[in-house]
């Protein structure tokens, strides 16, 4: 386990520092970098800010290290056509061969209501991008 911890700790180089001084707690964004052990964990700071202060009065802190960007992401295909209608598609039950579209709407995310902002093509697809 403290090997997965060090594995983690190294490959991560920002966390939040917590300290306290005169029992209120003070955190701040701070990068870092490991020793090769990973037994030391280095930031820098200004000599005259709060954390420096409350480092000098009281060295033991928490660390809090994020590892929500470690968990599994999501891969999103967007299929875009120009003059393609709902009623064709095999995946909405109509009368197009379309097994690979079939498939893809079959293991994804199939979307039932869509609108346009435009009955144009080119202004519809900025909007997709650009909200």
Not at 6 to 28: E, G, M, W
Not at 39 to 49: P, S
Not at 53 to 59: C, R
Not at 71 to 90: E, H, K, M, T, Y
């Amino acid at each position: 386990m403290l090997e997965k911890m060090k594995h983690f700790v190294r490959k991560k180089n920002i966390c939040v520092l917590a300290t306290v001084s005169d029992h209120k707690p003070y955190c701040s964004l701070m990068a870092y970098i490991t020793d090769a052990t990973c037994e030391e964990i280095y930031m820098v700071t200004h000599k005259n800010t709060t954390k420096f202060n409350n480092l000098q009065n009281n060295p033991l802190v928490s660390l809090l290290i994020d590892s929500r960007e470690t968990q599994p992401r999501f891969n999103i295909v967007l299929v875009v056509s120009d003059a393609l209608r709902q009623d064709v598609l095999g995946c909405y039950g109509g009368y197009a061969r379309t097994p690979n579209i079939d498939q893809l709407a079959g293991s994804g995310v199939l979307f039932e209501n869509a609108y346009s902002t435009s009955p144009w093509t080119p202004p519809s697809a900025v909007s997709i991008f650009c909200a």
